[in-house]
């Protein structure tokens, strides 16, 4: 039962302009959201989070949005950039108790 | 800081075989976990701890069992390893349920 989904394995982009990556969640208990960047051989970094109170977070080139009515959430980069290729998760946790992951989605940013 | 270490790198096991992978973190966390990795699966949480001496399941704990006996240090011991077990281990390790910081990975294949 997979409770946080990224229904998108791969993107591709040209440098400089916007990357959105989507993640949507079927646990409506979920109160905190993070993205985390993954490159090969190594393992995840966080890259920025939300709360369930608020509906935006920004920072800097990264904003990550949320719609708890439509159980959505989405990271938004601008511009992006070749470093940035990376495997992106979404994850999502509840009353500080458990963490589930979305399966990944392959960033390519083409110069 | 050396952040979070994993041990051993990369593992050949035969089936029925058993081993133990060694997760160190030297930032003082109370919380670690280990996570393995599968594709199109993204991460999955198999065991947690949130202090010494306490471990917890997650979401695909058969199979595996894990020991904190020292804060800074999570094993994570297959008995009798099966071809299912194939996968990439990720230790991590969080003040709380919220960014967790991951150690390189440990690749394991299962024969």
């Known amino acids: 039962d997979q409770q946080v989904k990224q229904n998108s394995p791969s993107l591709s982009v040209q440098e400089g302009r916007i990357s959105i990556l989507n993640c949507d969640y079927t646990?409506?208990?979920?109160?905190?959201f993070l993205w985390y960047k993954k490159y090969p051989a190594e393992g995840p970094t966080f890259l920025i989070s939300?709360?369930?109170?608020?509906d935006k977070n920004e920072d800097g080139r990264f904003t990550v949005f949320l719609n708890k009515s439509a159980k959505h959430l989405s990271l938004h980069i601008v511009p992006s950039q070749p470093g940035d290729s990376a495997v992106y998760f979404c994850?999502?946790?509840?009353?500080?108790?458990?963490?589930?992951f979305g399966a990944g989605t392959r960033l390519t940013v083409k110069p | 800081n050396a952040g979070v270490t994993q041990t051993p790198k990369f593992r050949v096991l035969k089936t029925g075989q058993s081993m133990t992978l060694l997760c160190a973190q030297d930032?003082?966390?109370?919380?670690m976990y280990w996570y393995r990795q599968d594709p199109g699966m993204g991460l999955r949480l198999i065991h947690y701890?949130?202090?010494?001496?306490?471990?917890a399941k997650g979401e695909v704990p058969d199979g595996y069992n894990v020991s904190r006996l020292k804060k800074q240090n999570f094993l994570l011991g297959l008995e009798s390893a099966a071809p299912s077990q194939t996968s990439v281990y990720f230790c991590?390790?969080?003040?709380?349920?919220?960014?967790?910081?991951f150690g390189p990975g440990t690749r394991l294949t299962v024969l």
């Open positions: 991590a390790s969080s003040y709380r349920w919220d960014t967790q910081y």
């Open positions: 646990n409506s208990m979920f109160d905190y």
């Open positions: 939300i709360s369930s109170i608020k």
């Open positions: 994850a999502a946790s509840r009353n500080n108790n458990d963490m589930r």
């Open positions: 930032m003082n966390h109370e919380y």
């Open positions: 701890s949130v202090g010494e001496g306490t471990t």
